[in-house]
Protein backbone atom coordinates (compact mmCIF):
# COMPACT_ATOMS: atom_id res chain seq x y z
CA UNK A 1 0.00 0.00 0.00
CA UNK A 2 2.87 2.38 0.72
CA UNK A 3 4.34 1.79 -2.86
CA UNK A 4 0.74 2.47 -3.92
CA UNK A 5 0.47 5.77 -2.36
CA UNK A 6 4.00 6.98 -2.56
CA UNK A 7 3.41 6.45 -6.71
CA UNK A 8 -0.04 8.66 -6.23
CA UNK A 9 1.80 11.01 -5.04
CA UNK A 10 4.74 11.74 -7.19
CA UNK A 11 2.37 11.58 -10.08
CA UNK A 12 0.41 14.12 -8.80
CA UNK A 13 3.58 16.04 -7.60
CA UNK A 14 4.88 16.38 -11.26
CA UNK A 15 1.32 17.73 -12.37
CA UNK A 16 1.61 20.31 -9.71
CA UNK A 17 4.84 21.08 -9.82
CA UNK A 18 6.47 19.89 -13.20
CA UNK A 19 9.30 22.38 -12.61
CA UNK A 20 11.06 21.37 -9.66
CA UNK A 21 13.06 18.00 -8.77
CA UNK A 22 10.83 15.88 -6.63
CA UNK A 23 12.11 15.25 -3.09
CA UNK A 24 11.73 11.48 -2.19
CA UNK A 25 8.64 10.90 -0.65
CA UNK A 26 8.11 9.20 2.86
CA UNK A 27 4.57 7.60 3.48
CA UNK A 28 4.39 6.32 6.90
CA UNK A 29 1.59 5.37 9.95
CA UNK A 30 0.51 8.45 11.93
CA UNK A 31 1.27 8.22 15.77
CA UNK A 32 -3.01 7.93 15.74
CA UNK A 33 -5.23 5.71 14.25
CA UNK A 34 -8.21 8.89 14.09
CA UNK A 35 -5.42 10.94 11.87
CA UNK A 36 -5.82 8.32 9.18
CA UNK A 37 -4.04 4.95 7.71
CA UNK A 38 -0.80 6.71 6.54
CA UNK A 39 0.77 10.06 6.22
CA UNK A 40 3.71 12.13 4.17
CA UNK A 41 5.17 15.31 5.28
CA UNK A 42 6.58 15.70 1.49
CA UNK A 43 4.50 19.67 1.76
CA UNK A 44 6.77 20.16 4.52
CA UNK A 45 9.96 19.13 2.19
CA UNK A 46 8.66 21.10 -0.86
CA UNK A 47 8.47 24.43 1.17
CA UNK A 48 12.47 25.47 0.93
CA UNK A 49 12.35 24.89 -2.84
CA UNK A 50 9.10 26.47 -3.77
CA UNK A 51 9.19 29.60 -1.42
CA UNK A 52 6.06 28.50 -0.47
CA UNK A 53 4.05 27.69 3.24
CA UNK A 54 4.47 24.12 3.53
CA UNK A 55 0.33 24.00 4.55
CA UNK A 56 -0.57 25.58 1.14
CA UNK A 57 1.35 23.23 -0.68
CA UNK A 58 -0.53 20.37 1.15
CA UNK A 59 -3.45 21.92 0.43
CA UNK A 60 -3.16 21.91 -3.34
CA UNK A 61 -1.77 18.57 -2.92
CA UNK A 62 -4.81 17.13 -0.88
CA UNK A 63 -7.22 18.73 -3.18
CA UNK A 64 -5.43 16.66 -5.81
CA UNK A 65 -5.13 13.77 -4.53
CA UNK A 66 -9.10 13.41 -2.90
CA UNK A 67 -9.65 12.26 -6.87
CA UNK A 68 -8.13 9.49 -6.72
CA UNK A 69 -9.72 6.09 -6.36
CA UNK A 70 -7.30 4.94 -3.79
CA UNK A 71 -8.32 7.62 -0.89
CA UNK A 72 -11.66 7.79 1.34
CA UNK A 73 -10.40 11.07 2.52
CA UNK A 74 -7.54 13.29 2.03
CA UNK A 75 -7.34 15.98 4.79
CA UNK A 76 -4.27 18.62 5.66
CA UNK A 77 -2.90 18.39 9.59
CA UNK A 78 -0.69 20.45 11.93
CA UNK A 79 2.44 22.83 9.88
CA UNK A 80 1.28 20.48 6.80
CA UNK A 81 1.02 16.72 7.01
CA UNK A 82 -0.82 15.24 4.62
CA UNK A 83 -3.44 11.98 6.46
CA UNK A 84 -5.03 9.37 3.82
CA UNK A 85 -7.60 7.23 4.52
CA UNK A 86 -8.50 4.01 2.17
CA UNK A 87 -11.82 2.78 1.73
CA UNK A 88 -12.44 -0.18 3.52
CA UNK A 89 -13.36 -1.46 -0.26
CA UNK A 90 -9.91 -0.99 -0.80
CA UNK A 91 -8.66 -3.02 2.15
CA UNK A 92 -10.48 -5.70 1.32
CA UNK A 93 -9.28 -6.16 -2.01
CA UNK A 94 -5.75 -6.53 -0.08
CA UNK A 95 -7.14 -9.90 1.15
CA UNK A 96 -7.28 -11.31 -2.58
CA UNK A 97 -3.59 -11.16 -2.42
CA UNK A 98 -3.45 -13.53 0.82
CA UNK A 99 -6.04 -16.05 -0.69
CA UNK A 100 -3.95 -16.22 -4.16
CA UNK A 101 -0.51 -16.61 -2.12
CA UNK A 102 -1.44 -18.51 0.30
CA UNK A 103 1.73 -20.63 2.27
CA UNK A 104 3.74 -17.35 -0.10
CA UNK A 105 1.74 -14.48 1.44
CA UNK A 106 4.20 -12.50 2.59
CA UNK A 107 7.40 -13.89 0.48
CA UNK A 108 8.32 -11.89 -2.56
CA UNK A 109 11.15 -11.82 -5.47
CA UNK A 110 14.06 -9.42 -4.51
CA UNK A 111 15.42 -7.02 -7.68
CA UNK A 112 18.15 -7.73 -6.96
CA UNK A 113 18.76 -11.38 -5.34
CA UNK A 114 22.32 -11.76 -3.08
CA UNK A 115 23.73 -15.02 -2.29
CA UNK A 116 24.17 -14.62 1.65
CA UNK A 117 25.53 -16.48 4.10
CA UNK A 118 24.57 -16.30 7.79
CA UNK A 119 26.70 -18.17 10.51
CA UNK A 120 25.80 -18.83 13.79
CA UNK A 121 25.58 -20.97 16.89
CA UNK A 122 29.26 -21.90 16.62
CA UNK A 123 29.81 -23.05 19.73
CA UNK A 124 32.93 -24.90 20.89
CA UNK A 125 32.38 -29.10 20.68
CA UNK A 126 33.14 -28.34 23.98
CA UNK A 127 30.01 -29.05 25.56
CA UNK A 128 26.01 -29.13 25.01
CA UNK A 129 24.32 -26.11 24.07
CA UNK A 130 22.98 -24.27 26.61
CA UNK A 131 20.34 -20.68 26.73
CA UNK A 132 22.76 -18.67 25.34
CA UNK A 133 23.66 -20.81 22.13
CA UNK A 134 19.63 -21.04 21.72
CA UNK A 135 18.86 -17.84 21.53
CA UNK A 136 21.82 -17.58 19.10
CA UNK A 137 20.19 -20.32 17.24
CA UNK A 138 16.93 -18.90 17.16
CA UNK A 139 17.34 -15.78 15.57
CA UNK A 140 20.34 -16.91 13.08
CA UNK A 141 17.58 -19.53 11.38
CA UNK A 142 15.02 -16.96 12.07
CA UNK A 143 16.95 -14.59 10.09
CA UNK A 144 17.77 -17.07 7.27
CA UNK A 145 13.97 -17.78 6.62
CA UNK A 146 13.25 -14.57 6.54
CA UNK A 147 15.91 -13.56 4.19
CA UNK A 148 14.79 -16.34 2.10
CA UNK A 149 11.24 -14.72 1.62
CA UNK A 150 12.24 -11.43 0.66
CA UNK A 151 14.09 -13.54 -2.48
CA UNK A 152 17.71 -14.17 -1.22
CA UNK A 153 19.55 -17.61 -1.38
CA UNK A 154 20.56 -18.12 2.42
CA UNK A 155 23.36 -21.08 3.00
CA UNK A 156 23.17 -21.33 6.69
CA UNK A 157 26.70 -22.52 8.52
CA UNK A 158 27.96 -23.67 11.69
CA UNK A 159 31.59 -23.33 12.37
CA UNK A 160 33.57 -25.69 14.69
CA UNK A 161 36.10 -24.78 16.53
CA UNK A 162 38.01 -28.27 16.66
CA UNK A 163 41.62 -27.14 17.52
CA UNK A 164 43.68 -25.34 20.09
CA UNK A 165 43.51 -24.88 23.79
CA UNK A 166 40.09 -25.45 24.43
CA UNK A 167 40.15 -28.68 22.78
CA UNK A 168 43.31 -29.55 25.24
CA UNK A 169 41.41 -28.81 28.04
CA UNK A 170 38.75 -31.22 26.59
CA UNK A 171 40.91 -33.86 26.28
CA UNK A 172 43.00 -33.80 29.53
CA UNK A 173 39.50 -33.21 31.66
CA UNK A 174 38.12 -36.58 30.27
CA UNK A 175 41.32 -38.35 30.42
CA UNK A 176 41.45 -37.14 34.39
CA UNK A 177 38.21 -38.44 34.91
CA UNK A 178 38.81 -41.55 32.98
CA UNK A 179 41.83 -41.92 35.64
CA UNK A 180 39.62 -40.92 38.30
CA UNK A 181 37.08 -43.92 37.57
CA UNK A 182 39.83 -46.14 37.11
CA UNK A 183 40.54 -45.49 40.85
CA UNK A 184 43.21 -42.71 40.83
CA UNK A 185 43.29 -40.24 43.68
CA UNK A 186 44.62 -37.35 41.72
CA UNK A 187 42.89 -33.75 41.71
CA UNK A 188 40.58 -32.04 38.92
CA UNK A 189 41.82 -28.19 38.15
CA UNK A 190 39.11 -25.85 38.41
CA UNK A 191 40.26 -24.48 35.05
CA UNK A 192 38.89 -27.49 33.08
CA UNK A 193 35.29 -28.47 32.33
CA UNK A 194 33.64 -29.81 35.49
CA UNK A 195 29.75 -30.38 33.75
CA UNK A 196 28.67 -34.41 34.55
CA UNK A 197 29.12 -34.71 30.99
CA UNK A 198 32.80 -34.99 31.00
CA UNK A 199 32.18 -37.90 34.06
CA UNK A 200 30.10 -39.68 31.23
CA UNK A 201 31.81 -39.11 28.21
CA UNK A 202 34.71 -40.94 30.33
CA UNK A 203 33.05 -43.75 31.15
CA UNK A 204 31.82 -44.12 27.84
CA UNK A 205 35.30 -44.46 26.58
CA UNK A 206 36.32 -46.66 29.11
CA UNK A 207 33.73 -49.44 28.07
CA UNK A 208 34.51 -48.88 24.26
CA UNK A 209 38.75 -48.62 24.74
CA UNK A 210 38.95 -50.21 28.21
CA UNK A 211 42.76 -50.53 29.71
CA UNK A 212 44.35 -49.28 25.93
CA UNK A 213 43.65 -46.29 26.51
CA UNK A 214 46.64 -46.53 30.01
CA UNK A 215 49.03 -47.92 27.58
CA UNK A 216 49.32 -44.81 25.73
CA UNK A 217 51.61 -42.15 26.57
CA UNK A 218 49.85 -39.59 28.50
CA UNK A 219 49.69 -36.95 25.37
CA UNK A 220 48.17 -39.40 22.58
CA UNK A 221 45.83 -39.98 25.85
CA UNK A 222 44.55 -36.89 25.89
CA UNK A 223 44.55 -36.56 22.32
CA UNK A 224 42.31 -40.05 21.66
CA UNK A 225 40.20 -38.51 24.69
CA UNK A 226 39.58 -34.98 23.03
CA UNK A 227 38.77 -36.70 19.46
CA UNK A 228 36.35 -38.79 21.33
CA UNK A 229 34.60 -35.92 23.40
CA UNK A 230 34.41 -33.57 20.57
CA UNK A 231 32.73 -36.23 18.25
CA UNK A 232 30.12 -37.27 20.80
CA UNK A 233 29.61 -33.69 22.18
CA UNK A 234 29.14 -32.45 18.17
CA UNK A 235 26.60 -35.16 17.55
CA UNK A 236 24.69 -34.07 20.74
CA UNK A 237 25.02 -30.82 19.61
CA UNK A 238 23.42 -31.60 16.10
CA UNK A 239 20.52 -33.75 17.92
CA UNK A 240 19.80 -30.46 19.89
CA UNK A 241 19.51 -28.27 17.24
CA UNK A 242 17.44 -30.93 15.11
CA UNK A 243 14.90 -30.89 17.49
CA UNK A 244 15.02 -27.16 17.93
CA UNK A 245 14.07 -27.10 13.71
CA UNK A 246 17.40 -25.42 13.32
CA UNK A 247 18.94 -26.85 10.27
CA UNK A 248 22.84 -26.28 9.01
CA UNK A 249 23.59 -26.33 5.46
CA UNK A 250 26.85 -26.94 6.12
CA UNK A 251 29.28 -28.17 9.05
CA UNK A 252 33.39 -25.95 8.87
CA UNK A 253 36.00 -27.66 10.50
CA UNK A 254 38.53 -24.77 11.64
CA UNK A 255 41.06 -27.80 11.08
CA UNK A 256 40.05 -27.87 7.12
CA UNK A 257 41.32 -24.53 7.34
CA UNK A 258 44.88 -25.58 8.63
CA UNK A 259 44.69 -29.11 6.37
CA UNK A 260 44.32 -26.76 3.79
CA UNK A 261 46.90 -24.36 4.56
CA UNK A 262 44.32 -21.53 3.93
CA UNK A 263 45.42 -19.93 7.39
CA UNK A 264 49.28 -19.55 6.00
CA UNK A 265 47.92 -18.62 2.67
CA UNK A 266 45.75 -16.06 4.10
CA UNK A 267 48.37 -14.09 5.80
CA UNK A 268 50.40 -14.19 3.10
CA UNK A 269 47.84 -12.73 1.22
CA UNK A 270 47.65 -9.76 3.50
CA UNK A 271 51.02 -9.11 3.82
CA UNK A 272 51.64 -8.94 -0.30
CA UNK A 273 48.96 -5.89 0.30
CA UNK A 274 50.99 -4.28 2.84
CA UNK A 275 48.69 -5.45 5.69
CA UNK A 276 50.81 -7.71 7.73
CA UNK A 277 53.93 -7.16 9.08
CA UNK A 278 56.64 -9.05 11.11
CA UNK A 279 57.87 -7.52 14.14
CA UNK A 280 59.22 -8.25 17.89
CA UNK A 281 59.38 -12.19 16.85
CA UNK A 282 55.74 -11.94 15.57
CA UNK A 283 53.37 -11.29 13.10
CA UNK A 284 50.74 -9.05 13.45
CA UNK A 285 47.71 -7.41 11.39
CA UNK A 286 47.94 -3.95 10.62
CA UNK A 287 44.73 -3.22 12.46
CA UNK A 288 45.05 0.02 13.06
CA UNK A 289 44.93 1.31 9.25
CA UNK A 290 41.27 0.71 9.88
CA UNK A 291 40.88 2.38 12.85
CA UNK A 292 41.61 -0.81 15.93
CA UNK A 293 42.97 0.78 18.55
CA UNK A 294 46.30 -0.97 18.23
CA UNK A 295 47.52 -3.95 16.00
CA UNK A 296 46.97 -7.60 16.02
CA UNK A 297 48.93 -10.41 16.72
CA UNK A 298 48.02 -13.36 14.25
CA UNK A 299 51.21 -15.53 14.65
CA UNK A 300 52.89 -15.19 18.29
CA UNK A 301 56.48 -15.12 18.63
CA UNK A 302 56.69 -19.30 19.59
CA UNK A 303 55.05 -20.15 15.99
CA UNK A 304 51.44 -21.09 16.71
CA UNK A 305 48.63 -19.07 15.35
CA UNK A 306 45.82 -17.01 17.41
CA UNK A 307 42.06 -17.43 17.00
CA UNK A 308 42.18 -14.01 14.76
CA UNK A 309 44.09 -15.53 12.15
CA UNK A 310 42.36 -18.81 12.20
CA UNK A 311 39.15 -16.14 11.81
CA UNK A 312 40.96 -14.09 8.97
CA UNK A 313 41.34 -17.61 6.57
CA UNK A 314 37.73 -18.70 7.94
CA UNK A 315 36.15 -14.94 6.53
CA UNK A 316 38.41 -15.29 3.58
CA UNK A 317 37.14 -18.69 2.48
CA UNK A 318 33.92 -17.42 3.17
CA UNK A 319 34.49 -14.29 0.58
CA UNK A 320 36.35 -16.39 -2.18
CA UNK A 321 32.90 -19.30 -1.83
CA UNK A 322 31.26 -16.56 -4.07
CA UNK A 323 28.76 -15.18 -0.99
CA UNK A 324 27.83 -11.76 -1.77
CA UNK A 325 27.20 -11.10 2.24
CA UNK A 326 27.87 -12.82 5.38
CA UNK A 327 26.16 -12.31 8.27
CA UNK A 328 27.40 -13.43 11.38
CA UNK A 329 25.32 -13.88 15.02
CA UNK A 330 27.85 -13.15 17.39
CA UNK A 331 27.84 -12.96 21.42
CA UNK A 332 27.65 -9.49 22.95
CA UNK A 333 30.89 -9.86 24.40
CA UNK A 334 32.48 -9.94 20.23
CA UNK A 335 31.37 -6.10 19.91
CA UNK A 336 34.47 -4.88 19.83
CA UNK A 337 36.01 -7.37 17.41
CA UNK A 338 33.65 -6.28 14.75
CA UNK A 339 35.93 -3.10 13.72
CA UNK A 340 38.61 -5.25 13.54
CA UNK A 341 37.21 -7.86 11.36
CA UNK A 342 35.76 -5.52 8.67
CA UNK A 343 39.01 -4.14 8.76
CA UNK A 344 40.00 -7.74 7.51
CA UNK A 345 36.95 -7.86 4.87
CA UNK A 346 38.57 -4.78 3.58
CA UNK A 347 42.09 -5.42 3.61
CA UNK A 348 41.59 -8.74 1.35
CA UNK A 349 39.99 -5.98 -0.84
CA UNK A 350 35.72 -6.62 -0.13
CA UNK A 351 33.87 -3.96 0.84
CA UNK A 352 33.75 -4.20 4.60
CA UNK A 353 29.81 -3.53 4.58
CA UNK A 354 29.51 -7.17 3.06
CA UNK A 355 30.45 -8.53 6.46
CA UNK A 356 26.98 -7.81 9.13
CA UNK A 357 27.19 -8.55 12.37
CA UNK A 358 24.40 -9.78 14.84
CA UNK A 359 25.32 -9.51 18.35
CA UNK A 360 23.23 -12.08 20.92
CA UNK A 361 22.70 -10.44 24.18
CA UNK A 362 22.90 -12.64 26.89
CA UNK A 363 19.70 -15.11 28.35
CA UNK A 364 18.79 -14.17 32.19
CA UNK A 365 16.75 -17.59 32.67
CA UNK A 366 14.31 -17.24 35.37
CA UNK A 367 13.04 -19.65 37.39
CA UNK A 368 9.90 -19.17 40.29
CA UNK A 369 10.97 -15.68 39.92
CA UNK A 370 14.50 -16.11 41.01
CA UNK A 371 17.78 -16.08 38.58
CA UNK A 372 18.82 -19.12 37.67
CA UNK A 373 23.20 -18.80 37.71
CA UNK A 374 25.40 -20.35 35.10
CA UNK A 375 28.61 -20.81 34.55
CA UNK A 376 29.49 -23.13 31.12
CA UNK A 377 33.04 -24.44 32.50
CA UNK A 378 31.78 -24.53 36.05
CA UNK A 379 29.11 -26.88 34.85
CA UNK A 380 26.27 -25.24 36.60
CA UNK A 381 24.65 -24.00 33.35
CA UNK A 382 21.39 -25.24 31.79
CA UNK A 383 21.09 -26.64 28.46
CA UNK A 384 19.37 -26.36 25.99
CA UNK A 385 18.16 -29.42 26.09
CA UNK A 386 16.76 -29.37 29.20
CA UNK A 387 14.88 -26.13 28.08
CA UNK A 388 13.16 -27.66 25.20
CA UNK A 389 11.95 -31.05 27.66
CA UNK A 390 10.82 -28.46 30.29
CA UNK A 391 8.74 -25.82 27.74
CA UNK A 392 9.29 -27.35 24.05
CA UNK A 393 10.81 -25.96 20.74
CA UNK A 394 7.62 -23.32 20.37
CA UNK A 395 7.77 -21.54 23.57
CA UNK A 396 11.56 -21.46 23.14
CA UNK A 397 11.92 -20.11 20.24
CA UNK A 398 9.12 -17.72 20.46
CA UNK A 399 10.79 -16.43 24.13
CA UNK A 400 14.36 -16.32 22.97
CA UNK A 401 13.13 -14.08 19.78
CA UNK A 402 10.50 -11.71 21.81
CA UNK A 403 13.39 -9.10 22.42
CA UNK A 404 16.15 -7.59 20.21
CA UNK A 405 18.82 -9.82 20.06
CA UNK A 406 21.50 -7.24 21.38
CA UNK A 407 19.14 -6.67 24.41
CA UNK A 408 19.37 -8.80 27.76
CA UNK A 409 16.52 -11.52 28.07
CA UNK A 410 14.52 -12.73 31.09
CA UNK A 411 13.30 -15.54 30.19
CA UNK A 412 10.36 -17.28 32.41
CA UNK A 413 10.54 -20.65 32.60
CA UNK A 414 7.47 -20.64 34.43
CA UNK A 415 5.44 -18.17 31.90
CA UNK A 416 6.44 -20.49 29.14
CA UNK A 417 5.02 -23.84 30.50
CA UNK A 418 1.57 -21.79 30.97
CA UNK A 419 -1.58 -22.65 28.53
CA UNK A 420 -3.08 -19.25 28.83
CA UNK A 421 -3.06 -16.14 27.01
CA UNK A 422 -0.77 -14.80 29.68
CA UNK A 423 1.67 -17.23 27.68
CA UNK A 424 2.98 -15.27 24.48
CA UNK A 425 3.45 -18.37 22.44
CA UNK A 426 0.17 -19.56 23.64
CA UNK A 427 -1.55 -16.29 22.79
CA UNK A 428 -0.25 -16.56 19.13
CA UNK A 429 -1.00 -20.27 18.57
CA UNK A 430 -4.44 -20.05 20.35
CA UNK A 431 -5.62 -17.34 17.81
CA UNK A 432 -4.98 -19.92 14.92
CA UNK A 433 -6.59 -22.65 16.89
CA UNK A 434 -9.78 -20.66 17.46
CA UNK A 435 -9.91 -20.13 13.52
CA UNK A 436 -9.49 -23.72 12.95
CA UNK A 437 -12.50 -24.38 15.41
CA UNK A 438 -14.44 -21.90 13.38
CA UNK A 439 -13.45 -24.13 10.38
CA UNK A 440 -15.08 -27.20 12.12
CA UNK A 441 -17.91 -25.51 12.72
CA UNK A 442 -18.60 -24.48 9.75
CA UNK A 443 -17.76 -27.94 8.14
CA UNK A 444 -20.26 -29.21 11.24
CA UNK A 445 -23.11 -27.03 10.29
CA UNK A 446 -22.89 -27.47 6.12
CA UNK A 447 -21.35 -23.93 5.73
CA UNK A 448 -19.55 -23.52 2.58
CA UNK A 449 -16.13 -22.08 2.68
CA UNK A 450 -15.91 -18.61 1.07
CA UNK A 451 -13.54 -17.90 -1.22
CA UNK A 452 -12.66 -14.42 -2.89
CA UNK A 453 -15.30 -14.11 -5.47
CA UNK A 454 -18.12 -15.21 -3.64
CA UNK A 455 -17.58 -12.91 -0.78
CA UNK A 456 -18.88 -9.18 -0.88
CA UNK A 457 -16.89 -6.94 1.32
CA UNK A 458 -19.07 -4.47 2.23
CA UNK A 459 -20.28 -6.58 4.51
CA UNK A 460 -17.32 -5.79 6.68
CA UNK A 461 -18.56 -2.40 8.40
CA UNK A 462 -17.16 -2.74 11.88
CA UNK A 463 -14.19 -1.06 12.93
CA UNK A 464 -12.52 -4.26 14.62
CA UNK A 465 -12.76 -6.01 10.70
CA UNK A 466 -11.17 -2.70 9.00
CA UNK A 467 -8.19 -2.49 11.48
CA UNK A 468 -7.53 -6.50 11.00
CA UNK A 469 -7.55 -6.01 7.28
CA UNK A 470 -5.15 -3.52 6.84
CA UNK A 471 -3.03 -5.48 9.64
CA UNK A 472 -2.95 -8.00 7.11
CA UNK A 473 -2.31 -5.99 4.47
CA UNK A 474 0.80 -4.41 6.43
CA UNK A 475 2.23 -8.35 6.70
CA UNK A 476 4.87 -8.19 3.53
CA UNK A 477 5.91 -4.90 4.40
CA UNK A 478 6.79 -6.31 7.99
CA UNK A 479 8.80 -9.03 6.46
CA UNK A 480 10.52 -6.68 4.33
CA UNK A 481 11.65 -4.45 7.27
CA UNK A 482 12.42 -7.49 9.69
CA UNK A 483 14.49 -9.05 6.97
CA UNK A 484 16.28 -6.05 5.94
CA UNK A 485 17.18 -4.90 9.80
CA UNK A 486 18.04 -8.34 10.43
CA UNK A 487 15.45 -8.22 13.20
CA UNK A 488 13.24 -10.95 14.11
CA UNK A 489 11.68 -10.10 16.58
CA UNK A 490 9.91 -7.06 14.93
CA UNK A 491 7.85 -10.27 13.03
CA UNK A 492 7.13 -11.53 16.65
CA UNK A 493 5.71 -8.30 17.86
CA UNK A 494 3.17 -8.30 14.29
CA UNK A 495 1.77 -11.52 15.22
CA UNK A 496 1.62 -10.76 19.00
CA UNK A 497 -0.94 -6.98 17.49
CA UNK A 498 -2.62 -9.50 14.95
CA UNK A 499 -3.73 -12.17 17.49
CA UNK A 500 -4.67 -9.33 20.27
CA UNK A 501 -6.68 -7.80 17.69
CA UNK A 502 -8.53 -10.99 16.57
CA UNK A 503 -8.84 -12.12 19.77
CA UNK A 504 -10.92 -9.07 20.67
CA UNK A 505 -12.95 -9.45 17.36
CA UNK A 506 -13.93 -13.11 18.15
CA UNK A 507 -14.61 -12.20 21.60
CA UNK A 508 -17.12 -9.43 20.71
CA UNK A 509 -18.04 -10.59 17.42
CA UNK A 510 -20.03 -13.89 16.26
CA UNK A 511 -18.15 -15.08 13.00
CA UNK A 512 -20.91 -17.81 11.56
CA UNK A 513 -23.98 -15.80 11.83
CA UNK A 514 -27.76 -16.32 9.93
CA UNK A 515 -27.19 -13.88 7.20
CA UNK A 516 -25.07 -15.63 5.23
CA UNK A 517 -23.50 -12.50 3.33
CA UNK A 518 -22.28 -11.46 6.91
CA UNK A 519 -21.18 -14.85 7.73
CA UNK A 520 -19.32 -16.19 3.89
CA UNK A 521 -17.21 -11.78 4.74
CA UNK A 522 -16.45 -12.48 8.68
CA UNK A 523 -15.27 -16.15 7.89
CA UNK A 524 -13.04 -15.36 4.95
CA UNK A 525 -11.59 -12.44 6.68
CA UNK A 526 -10.60 -15.00 9.64
CA UNK A 527 -9.62 -17.44 7.26
CA UNK A 528 -7.33 -15.11 6.25
CA UNK A 529 -6.09 -14.47 9.46
CA UNK A 530 -5.50 -17.43 10.20
CA UNK A 531 -3.19 -17.62 7.22
CA UNK A 532 -1.08 -14.84 8.11
CA UNK A 533 -0.65 -15.79 11.56
CA UNK A 534 0.57 -19.63 10.21
CA UNK A 535 2.96 -17.52 7.83
CA UNK A 536 4.60 -15.58 10.54
CA UNK A 537 4.93 -18.06 12.60
CA UNK A 538 6.86 -20.25 10.02
CA UNK A 539 9.05 -17.55 9.35
CA UNK A 540 9.97 -17.86 13.35
CA UNK A 541 10.17 -21.97 12.94
CA UNK A 542 6.92 -22.19 15.35
CA UNK A 543 3.82 -24.67 14.60
CA UNK A 544 0.39 -23.56 14.09
CA UNK A 545 -1.46 -26.08 15.90
CA UNK A 546 -5.04 -26.86 14.99
CA UNK A 547 -6.33 -27.82 18.56
CA UNK A 548 -5.22 -26.35 21.98
Known sequence: MKEQIRASIEKTLAELYPEIQAPTVDVDYPSQERFGDYTTNVAMQLARPLRTNP??????????????????????????????????????????????????????????????????????????????????????????????????????????????????VLGHSVYLRACQLKGEDIPFPADHYQGEYIVDIAKKLLEKEGDNLFTLDEEEAVARCGKAAASEILEAIKKDLDDFGVVFDHWFSEASLFEKGEVTAAIEDLKSRGYVADRDGATWFLSTKFGDEKDRVVVRQTGETTYFASDIAYHWDKFRRGFDQVIDVWGADHHGYIPRMKGVIQALGYDPDQLKVVLIQLVNLLRGGQRVSMSTRGGTFVTLREILDDVG???????????????????????????????????????????????????????????????????????????????????????????????????????HELSGEFHHYYNHTRVLVDDSGLASARFFLARCVKQVIRNGLTLLGISAPQKM
Open 393 to 495: SDAARYFFLMRRSDSPLDFDLDLARQRSNENPVFYVQYAHARICSIEEKAREAGVPTPTFGQVTGSYLTLPEEKKLMKRLARFPEVVSQAAQALEPHRLVYYL
Open 55 to 168: RQIAQALAEKLKQTPLFSDVEVAGPGFINFTLSTEIWFERLKDVEQEGERYGWRKHPLPRKIQVEFVSANPTGPLHVGHGRGAAVGDSLARLLRAIGHTVECEYYINDIGRQMR
